[in-house]
Nanobody, 119 residues
Framework: QVPLVETGGGLVQPGGSLRLSCATS????????RAWHRQAPGKQRELVAR???????IYADSVKGRFTISGDNAKNTVDLQMNNLKPEDTAVYYC?????????????WGQGTQVTVSA
């Protein structure tokens, strides 16, 4: 069972909006989803947005001003509100959690959710 579960992808026209949500599946304990990545066909996976437990955020330059990441520490969820979508936002979007144990870093991913922006 994948440790993270994403929902909310789909097909939308340029200029439209989608909201992605991510929650833990419960298969692995003590992981906190904090970031969204995406991978378009033929391209490497890239960071879209990240949020810290304190609420600080960073965004890829390509989505600044259009996407907003938010997290709920109590529910252990992270959402991505995507507005003014463009065809170049088309990709599979993955939720990510990182757990650090000493000097080691472990990444956890969901199965991904497809976002397609097309007229």
């Amino acid at each position: 069972q994948v440790p993270l579960v994403e929902t909310g992808g789909g097909l939308v026209q340029p200029g439209g909006s989608l909201r992605l949500s991510c929650a833990t599946s419960g298969s692995i304990s003590n992981i906190n989803p904090r970031a969204w990545h995406r991978q378009a066909p033929g391209k490497q996976r890239e960071l879209v947005a990240r949020i810290t437990s304190g609420g600080s955020t960073i965004y890829a330059d390509s989505v600044k001003g259009r996407f907003t990441i938010s997290g709920d520490n109590a529910k252990n969820t992270v959402d991505l509100q995507m507005n003014n979508l463009k065809p170049e936002d088309t990709a599979v979007y993955y939720c990510n959690a990182v757990r650090r144990v000493g000097l080691a870093e472990y990444n956890y991913w969901g199965q991904g959710t497809q976002v397609t922006v097309s007229a």
